[in-house]
């Protein structure tokens, strides 16, 4: 299903780039090169029919800068959950919470989120000792064990 | 039944933060150009919930010290007192917070 979505997307991409070019020799290319596999002729040939209908309807520039708008708007959104790459504070409130062993224990937003620094820096820090003890390309346990240790002393 | 509770509660916040860690490993090993098995990254969250249980206790007994219930800032630059470095960095984003806080009662008053 996948592919199906991204043909036409392509495809009305490469129709804005060059809108002298008839659109069926294209979709002819692009069905030979980006879909080998594709069933029976008649297959193929309704897939392509029902391609071009839907790049008819996104072929214009506009409606390709109104998609990549769309596109930017979702990648914002994304950032903003950048933050999410770190611990999130919420979850490390819940945790240090369960920790207090007095209940009326409460901790500021600020410290909550230094806290968080802290873990970020915690986290990190251990992956960056761990590659830095492993040649491979996969960071394994052992690598782990080997630098816990002083890491602990260090934080 | 509520130790039962306390169980679960303590197995979703587990699962949540082992997901937390992965996600940064991810992250980390994406810009180092390597992997991480998926043994390494239950280490590791295993490691950080360990560290954390010994933060929230140091910051609850730091703010209990100082004649507090609600943990501050100062406890945790206390926390990070042994390394220097990590120490500024804290500090430096305390510092943020606090200017941030002045220029929002600054704007709240006028």
């Known amino acids: 299903m996948p592919p199906k979505q991204t043909n036409p997307a392509n495809r009305g991409r490469g129709a804005a780039n060059k809108p002298a070019a008839s659109r069926t020799p294209q979709s002819r290319t692009s069905s030979s090169g980006g879909r080998p596999t594709a069933t029976g002729k008649n297959g193929s040939q309704a897939r392509d029919r029902e391609i071009v209908e839907i790049t008819s309807d996104t072929v214009g520039e506009d409606d390709d800068v109104e998609e990549e708008d769309h596109e930017e708007e979702e990648e914002v959104v994304h950032s903003d959950e950048e933050p999410a790459k770190t611990i999130q504070p919420e979850l490390l409130k819940a945790l240090l919470h369960e920790f207090f062993e007095n209940e009326n224990t409460r901790i500021t937003k600020d410290a909550n989120q230094a806290v968080a620094q802290y873990m970020d820096v915690f986290v990190r820090e251990a992956i960056a000792r761990s590659a830095v003890e492993r040649d491979g390309p996969f960071l394994e346990v052992e690598d782990l064990e080997k630098i816990s240790p002083q890491l602990l002393l260090d934080l | ?110």
Do not use: C
Request: glycine share 4%; no cysteine; net charge neutral.
């Open chain 2, 1 to 110: 039944m509520a130790d039962l509770a306390e169980e679960d509660v303590r197995e979703n916040l587990k699962a949540a933060l082992w997901y937390a860690v992965g996600k940064i490993v991810d992250d980390e090993t994406l810009r180092k150009n390597r992997n991480a098995t998926p043994q390494f990254i239950g280490a590791l969250a295993e490691m950080v919930w360990q560290q954390i249980e010994n933060v929230a206790t140091d910051l609850e007994t730091f703010s209990r010290h100082a004649g507090r219930t609600t943990v501050t800032t100062d406890d945790v630059l206390l926390l990070a007192r042994r390394n220097i470095d990590l120490h500024a960095m804290i500090k430096d984003t305390v510092d943020k917070q606090k200017a941030a806080k002045v220029k929002g009662k600054g704007k709240a008053n006028r």
